[in-house]
C-alpha cells in the first residue's frame, strides 16, 4: 500500500492550495482516509476525514475553511483549503485504515497506512 500525498506549497495569509493524497494497492472505496498536520515542535493533530462510509469530519479550527472530498474512481482525497492562516504552516500527511471507528478517527495511532507527508507554509 502506497499513499503519496502531494499540493504543499507557500502561500500568503487568505490564499488557498489543494492537497491531494493518490492510493495505490489497496481496495480504495473501503478505507477511511484522514488528513494530518504536524508543525514544529508540535504533536501531529488530525484536520479531517472522508470515511469509507461516506461521511466527513474536521477539526474545529478548519471546519468553514477546509473542505475534504473524495474521488473513489481516482483512489484520490483531496483537501481543499481556503482562508489559510499562519497556524497552519505544518506538514500535512494523509492516512488511510480499513477499520477505523468514528470515535478513533483523531487518533494517529489508528492508522494503518500514512503518505509521506507535503509541506504547506503560509506566510504572514
Known amino acids: 500500500v502506497q499513499l503519496q500525498a502531494s499540493g504543499g506549497g507557500l502561500v500568503e495569509t487568505g490564499g488557498s492550495l489543494r492537497l491531494s493524497c493518490v492510493a495505490s494497492?489497496?481496495?480504495?472505496?473501503?478505507?477511511?482516509i484522514s488528513w494530518f498536520r504536524q508543525a514544529p515542535g508540535k504533536d501531529r493533530e488530525f484536520v479531517a476525514a472522508?470515511?469509507?462510509?461516506?461521511?466527513?469530519h474536521y477539526r474545529d479550527s478548519v471546519k468553514s475553511r477546509f473542505t475534504i472530498s473524495r474521488d473513489n474512481a481516482k483512489n484520490t482525497v483531496y483537501l481543499q483549503m481556503n482562508s489559510l492562516k499562519s497556524e497552519d504552516t505544518a506538514v500535512y500527511y494523509c492516512?488511510?485504515?480499513?477499520?477505523?471507528?468514528?470515535?478513533?478517527?483523531?487518533?494517529?495511532?489508528?492508522?494503518?497506512?500514512w503518505g509521506q507527508g507535503t509541506q504547506v507554509t503560509v506566510s504572514s
Open positions: 492516512a488511510a485504515d480499513a477499520n477505523i471507528i468514528l470515535s478513533r478517527l483523531r487518533f494517529s495511532d489508528d492508522y494503518d497506512y
Open positions: 494497492g489497496l481496495t480504495f472505496r473501503r478505507y477511511s
Open positions: 472522508y470515511r469509507g462510509t461516506g461521511t466527513t
